[in-house]
Structure formats: structure tokens, C-alpha cells
């Protein structure tokens, strides 16, 4: 399953997949899910299993989206207001931070 348009609203991100299944992310979800040695490494220092942002420490324009961009065939890279743009987002990874009510349905079971 690929991307077939990624658009940049708001305050999401959406993606249409290849299978039709369609998916929002809010910007601030998005940010503190960047998977990127930088913002998993401070989450590891503040003790955190998940990777974890201190939302705090940055200033707004962290969670402003500015562009994105495909990286192979397999990830999505974004570019951030504070110029952050070193997380690799994969598709299984943005598929599992789909806030549809079938997909949080299904990470429930
Ligand atoms: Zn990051
Ligand atoms: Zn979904």
C-alpha cells in the first residue's frame, strides 16, 4: 500500500492510499511521532519508552508542516517550521497514526 496524494491542510496531514482508505494526522501527532535519532534519543533520556517530543521545549513552529517530500518508495520525509527535517516516516508508520475511527478501532483489539 502506497500514498497516492499526500496535501498539507491546516492543521493536518492527509494521505490517500493506494487502497482508497484515506488519513489525517494533526501536525502536533505527527511531530511527536518523528522517528529520527534526535527526537527518539531525548524521549530515551527523559525515560520514555515511546518516542516523545517535549512538546514545551519547542516553540510553535515546530508543529508547522512546511513541505514533504518521498523518499523511495517506502517513506515520507517533512520538513518542519523550525527546519527539523530529519525523521524518516515510513508508510507502516504513518498508517499507524491514522485517527480514522476504523483504524483506531482496529489498534484497539
Ligand atoms: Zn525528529
Ligand atoms: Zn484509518
Given at each position: 500500500?502506497?500514498?497516492?496524494?499526500?496535501?498539507?491542510?491546516?492543521?493536518d496531514?492527509?494521505?490517500n492510499?493506494s487502497?482508497?482508505h484515506?488519513?489525517y494526522i494533526?501536525?502536533?501527532?505527527?511531530r511527536?511521532?518523528?522517528?529520527?535519532?534526535?527526537?527518539?534519543?531525548?524521549?530515551?533520556?527523559?525515560?520514555?519508552?515511546?518516542?516523545?517530543?517535549?512538546?514545551?521545549?519547542?516553540?510553535?513552529?515546530?508543529?508547522e508542516?512546511?513541505?514533504?517530500?518521498?523518499?523511495?518508495?517506502?517513506?515520507?520525509?517533512?520538513?518542519?517550521?523550525?527546519?527539523?527535517?530529519s525523521?524518516?516516516?515510513?508508510?507502516?508508520?504513518?498508517?499507524?497514526?491514522?485517527?480514522?475511527?476504523?483504524?483506531?478501532a482496529e489498534r484497539?483489539?
Amino acid at each position: 500500500m502506497e500514498p497516492t496524494n499526500v496535501e498539507i491542510l491546516p492543521n493536518d496531514l492527509a494521505i490517500n492510499w493506494s487502497d482508497g482508505h484515506e488519513t489525517y494526522i494533526d501536525f502536533v501527532t505527527l511531530r511527536n511521532a518523528c522517528p529520527c535519532a534526535a527526537c527518539r534519543g531525548e524521549g530515551h533520556l527523559w525515560g520514555k519508552t515511546a518516542p516523545t517530543i517535549d512538546a514545551s521545549k519547542l516553540g510553535a513552529d515546530a508543529f508547522e508542516l512546511m513541505s514533504v517530500s518521498g523518499v523511495g518508495s517506502y517513506a515520507i520525509s517533512f520538513v518542519w517550521g523550525d527546519k527539523h527535517d530529519s525523521g524518516i516516516f515510513s508508510y507502516t508508520l504513518l498508517k499507524s497514526l491514522c485517527q480514522c475511527d476504523s483504524c483506531v478501532a482496529e489498534r484497539a483489539e
